[in-house]
């Protein structure tokens, strides 16, 4: 790791626009900065500008406006060092065909000015069940497989920022949990990590932030737990001892629902506010007669306040 790694943000993106040759504007004045060693999670619909926005800060896309500082570095300025730091696993599956999955491994960290280390070459594939394979030609792999040579060169250099532009689209369960695995084990090197995802439950499952992106401009970014508990609803059910045909008078005032077979109430209530609801709901329970066996309380999940997100903002 190199001092530069102790500049906070690592990453700091300002203003941005991209207007493409074609007029089309994919993003609107971006602003976003990213302390070391975080996981950031950008979520969006297709289209809303996630690979523009990555592509720019790996210098595959030019940006129109703005400006984005890698570790207090320009990405104009010294483009070599700053490409140095970073690795990147596209969105698209670009590998080259014919050359074996050790040989492309090794040429991607010459590629980037970094002595031979043949031990953490052979870590790193082994790491993403790549070692039995190392002498075949790419051609000869599957898709799942391909994709683990894309995320073993982007980490051939040992960058301290990791971009994963839907690292897990298409992939089998089995990979989606190495992948969470490996960005764990990142995480704890101090990479760090920007991922975009169509599955919230890994934003979820991984993120630390969550960024969310709507055409072409960053709607939200909040950190995970502020934002499952500033916006997620809790719900409370109690599963009742007896069937109950209606609810009644006495607990309508508690806005309550009954399931179809009248075995469970089910009520929501507000997860940042100490709620007495709850309280006087189980008094009025008691005088009411009515016994449970069980309650349990459930909170919204990120995929739930996503939804609720991109409707409100349309
Ligand atoms: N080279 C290009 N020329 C013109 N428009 C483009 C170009 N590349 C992307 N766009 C447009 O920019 C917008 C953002 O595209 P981008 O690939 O960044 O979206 P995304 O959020 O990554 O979507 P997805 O979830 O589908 O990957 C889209 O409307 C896309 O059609
Ligand atoms: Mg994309």
């Given at each position: ?39 950031v999670a950008i979520l ?156 919230i439950?890994?934003a979820e499952?991984?993120a630390d932030r969550i960024a969310i ?6 709607i939200l970014i909040e950190d995970k737990k502020t934002l499952m508990q500033k916006l997620g609803k ?37 997860s940042q ?26 909170q919204s999940s990120l995929e739930e306040i996503f939804v609720e997100l991109i409707?409100?903002?349309?």
């Amino acid at each position: 790791m190199t001092s530069n790694l102790r500049h906070n943000p690592i990453l700091s993106i300002r203003n941005v626009s991209k207007t493409y040759e074609n007029g089309f504007k994919a993003l609107n004045n971006i602003n976003l900065q990213i302390k070391n060693g975080e996981i950031v999670a950008i979520l969006g619909s297709n289209g809303a500008g996630k690979t523009t926005l990555i592509s720019i800060i790996c210098g595959i896309v030019s940006m129109s406006l703005g400006e984005v500082l890698v570790a207090g570095e320009s990405i104009h300025d010294d483009f070599r060092s700053v490409r140095s730091k970073i690795g990147i696993v596209p969105q698209e599956l670009t590998v080259h065909e014919f050359e074996s999955v050790w040989s492309t491994v090794k040429f991607t960290r010459g590629l980037y000015g970094k002595k031979p280390n043949p031990s953490y070459l052979e870590s790193l594939l082994k790491s993403l069940s790549l070692w039995e394979k190392k002498d075949q030609r790419i051609m000869t792999l599957s898709g799942g497989m391909k994709r683990r040579v894309l995320i073993a060169k982007a980490l051939s250099h040992e960058p301290s920022i990791l971009f994963l532009d839907e690292p897990t689209a298409g992939v089998d369960v089995e990979l989606r949990k190495d992948m969470w695995r490996i960005v764990s084990d990142l995480r704890a090197k101090g990479v760090t990590i920007i991922l975009t995802t169509h599955y919230i439950e890994e934003a979820e499952e991984i993120a630390d932030r969550i960024a969310i992106m709507r055409k072409g401009e960053m709607i939200l970014i909040e950190d995970k737990k502020t934002l499952m508990q500033k916006l997620g609803k809790k719900e409370l059910t109690l599963e009742l001892m007896k069937s109950l045909k209606s609810i009644p008078a006495s607990l309508q005032k508690h806005k309550l629902e009954l399931s179809s077979d009248g075995l469970q109430l089910r009520y929501q209530f507000d997860s940042q506010k100490s709620d007495k609801g709850i309280l006087n709901l189980l008094d009025d329970l008691k005088n009411a007669k009515i016994n449970y066996k069980d309650i349990n309380t459930k909170q919204s999940s990120l995929e739930e306040i996503f939804v609720e997100l991109i409707k409100e903002s349309k």
